[in-house]
């Protein structure tokens, strides 16, 4: 039986669930991101599905690492990012292409295949204003926020809660400190609204939760205290390290219900965990990147998304 694998075909996390896939008898298929790029042939003959003539019609599991988005295309050029001349041309080529892609999966979704993660459930974009709603639906704690675009109600926000930070809605860039510089460029904001929140001292956990399962929750180490890990060069360098943590009921079951309501059948939840006890809930990531963490603690995450994509977990999920 297949199984599809959506990305780049050379990642270590695409390579790691193949291999996986297969040592439980089923036969991975990797479909790569780039296909429609590079020209390779994708049909779609009367609602059956062909990639590089397979047809894919009869996949019973799909993991999505990433699908390719419809953005215009840039490149860099004396260290700023210019668009192509023809960018609106390639642009429409990009929207068609993800529709396609887009379509593709959850049509295979509405014949009942298991979709880790459905593209609507945040692998196309990301939906970090709802997944804070999701949060503090399900009880969840999460930090003091403020989305807007507002300047005005970003300074009453800034008053009110001195240490603030700020990061886009769909993430990828480094969080960063509210502080008098960033205050300088307010007016910037007009263009499109900002997540802003009170700032969280503790430690940052990511908590790999695979259908009903946590199956790995570590506190993320670097040598320095950066605001954002992910600043810390050693971080990039591979020199993280990693502390188990073990979560209290209360807390494993609202990343499921926070999981299941935003639609992940798989997630990485990132929580900050302060001293004096509180856990303090920021994102639920749909395609978390979590071999580091497999590698050094042995933690068998892999396995677990094998097991969910081909079906041998069982879990039950809101589809949105
Ligand atoms: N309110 C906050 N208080 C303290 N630290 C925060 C806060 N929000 C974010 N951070 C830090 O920044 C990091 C990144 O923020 P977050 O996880 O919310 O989004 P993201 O990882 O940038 O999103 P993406 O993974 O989609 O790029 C967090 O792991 C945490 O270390
Ligand atoms: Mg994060």
Known sequence: MKIGIFGTADEPIESALA?????LGFDPLHIRADALDEGLPLSIID?????LGKNTNDIKGFYLRGIPGAYAPYMEKDDSLVLFDDWYTQYIH???KASYFVSWLIALQH???TLVNPPQAASVLQYKPF????LKAVGAEIPRTLISNDPKAIKQFKRENKDVIFKPITGGAITRRLDASAMKNLDAVTYSPVIFQECIDGDDLRVMLVGDEIVSCVAVKTPQQHLDFRDDPSYSGGEAWYEE???PPVIIELCRKAARECGLLFAGIDIKKTKDGR?????LNSSPIYIDVEFKLGHQITKAIAELTVGKRKVKTKTL
């Open 245 to 247: 943590v073990t979560l």
């Open 279 to 283: 856990w303090v809930f920021l994102e």
């Open 94 to 96: 990009a929207r068609e």
């Open 111 to 113: 014949q009942k295949a």
């Open 47 to 51: 609602n059956e599905y062909w990639y």
């Open 19 to 23: 291999k996986e896939i297969k040592s």
């Open 131 to 134: 997944q804070l709603h999701v």
